[in-house]
């Protein structure tokens, strides 16, 4: 190899022209006219008389004798050698335009053995440069079929935003163009791993805490796993019998995100594998994305001083549990509470004071609220709680030990010793005849009003409160 040549040893005899196959036919018909020459004199060697051989007639027959094994070999070229060549050179033409339209960007280009392959028919060079050329056809193959799939793979997570869709639709393509039988996507999120989607484990939610997994994102360290065929894992780890697992981390800018796992039935194989290892980088890209997008989509929703969600969304999701628990006929519960006298403690003691002190009735709120219930920082110094599946004595009982914590953990500043106490009106659907969510929240506002009047400090419910009225 030089200078990017490639050199054949020795040297290319019998080129008289620039086509092989006029040179070809040149030397096999010149080698039939120089038999046809020579085989009088060398019949007449084994004792034929000249008579007979040494003739016009004689030497003309043998020339064209000659001349015709020469042609039929030229033919023969043609048929056997011929051929072979123009379909490769055919073939080298359609994966140049495959090629081209790569670089066009062009959609539905493929390179499939059948409409590519060149027929192995043959033990020599030609045989082997078929082979060679089918490899390389079968390599181009592979190779579009990963571009397809990674195309595929960054449309769909361009498309998705949600973090959890995201997440969804990614693993059903990675396993699509993977092979693979079953897999799991977990993120990292407030210091620990959490399953984003699954798909064909069984109990996903423990490979947060598999020593592998754990090893792959704290390590950004790959793992393929092979399972023998006899090892009893079918119903421990998946719905099927795994063979191979791969588990990948999730880097992006070098930091790890989460984590890639994917199970098959039978070994992966090492185009797949690749695929995989491409598949984590869009992946990253788009769970950055969106990661951040959902981080900010919070931040929009919360409250900045107490962490809670602020008006406009709380509103939203007191909206939509409303129309749930009336679509499914559950109760709904609602509490709304303000703090006591809280314009004097701004006055006395300033408003830094007085937010370190929502603050702190926020952390008291949602210590005593239920998973899954919605804290929402409803005015100023007034909060509102969601309470899904709460009826009002449910909903009245949260709020009275609300009412106890905050009253029973003065604040303390410095040399100061702030007591703070709540009121709080609950009420609940469907016992509050109401309908929408608007109506509860009057209902819940009227027990404010009520336990404001009979002195502050106190959980009255709407019952309590019409009964009052």
Not at 23 to 28: E, F, G, P, S
Not at 158 to 169: H, I, M
Not at 236 to 255: E, K, M
Request: proline share 4%.
């Amino acid at each position: 190899m030089s200078n990017g040549m490639l050199w054949v040893r020795g040297p290319l005899i019998g080129r008289i022209t620039r086509s092989v196959f006029k040179d070809l036919a040149i030397w096999m018909i010149g080698f039939g006219l120089t038999v046809g020459l020579i085989f009088p004199w060398a019949v007449h060697q084994m004792g034929v008389p000249k008579a007979y051989i040494l003739t016009v007639p004689f030497h003309l027959y043998c020339l064209i004798a000659g001349f015709a094994v020469g042609g039929a070999n030229v033919l023969l070229a043609h048929g056997v050698v011929r051929l072979r060549l123009r379909l490769l050179a055919e073939r080298l033409t359609h994966i140049t335009e495959i090629l081209e339209k790569l670089q066009e960007n062009r959609e539905g280009v493929e390179c499939k053995p059948e409409q590519c392959h060149l027929p192995e028919d043959s033990e020599d060079e030609i045989g082997a440069t078929s082979r060679s050329f089918n490899l390389l056809v079968d390599t181009l193959d592979s190779a579009l079929q990963t571009n397809r799939a990674v195309q595929t793979l960054t449309e769909v997570l361009v498309a998705q935003q949600s973090l959890a869709e995201l997440a969804a639709r990614a693993l059903q393509e990675v396993r699509f163009w993977s092979g693979s039988s079953g897999g799991a996507i977990l993120t990292a999120q407030e210091g620990e791993l959490r399953l984003l989607a699954a798909h064909g484990l069984v109990e996903p939610e423990r490979l947060a805490r598999h020593p592998v997994v754990r090893l792959a994102y704290e390590r950004q360290i790959e793992e393929l796993l092979e399972c023998p065929p006899d090892l009893p894992l079918d119903g421990v780890l998946a719905h099927f019998a795994p063979r191979a697992v791969v588990v990948l981390p999730i880097c992006y800018q070098g930091a790890s995100l989460g984590v890639l796992v994917v199970a098959a039935n039978r070994a992966y194989l090492p185009e797949q594998v690749r695929r995989l290892r491409l598949f984590a980088k869009p992946l990253a890209l788009a769970l950055h994305n969106a990661m951040s997008f959902d981080h900010l989509e919070r931040l929009a929703a919360l409250d900045a001083l107490t962490g809670c969600y602020n008006r406009r969304f709380g509103l939203e999701r007191l909206r939509e549990e409303y129309e749930r628990a009336v679509r499914h006929e559950t109760p709904l519960g609602v509490i709304i509470f303000d703090v006591d006298h809280f314009k004097s403690v701004n006055d006395t003691y300033g408003h830094l004071l007085g937010d370190r002190v929502l603050v702190r009735v926020a952390r008291a709120a949602r210590s005593v609220l239920r998973h899954g219930d919605v804290l929402v920082r409803y005015g100023g110094e007034e909060f509102l709680a969601v309470l899904p599946s709460a009826n009002e004595a449910d909903a009245a009982a949260v709020a009275e030990r609300l009412r106890r914590a905050i009253e029973e953990s003065p604040f303390m500043d410095e040399d100061h010793v702030i007591r703070i106490t709540i009121s709080a009106g609950v009420a609940a659907y469907p016992e509050a005849e109401v309908s929408s969510d608007r109506g509860l929240i009057e209902c819940a506002d009227l027990g404010v009003y009520t336990a404001k009047r009979a002195g502050r400090n106190r959980v009255v419910s709407h019952s309590q409160a019409r009964a009052c009225a």
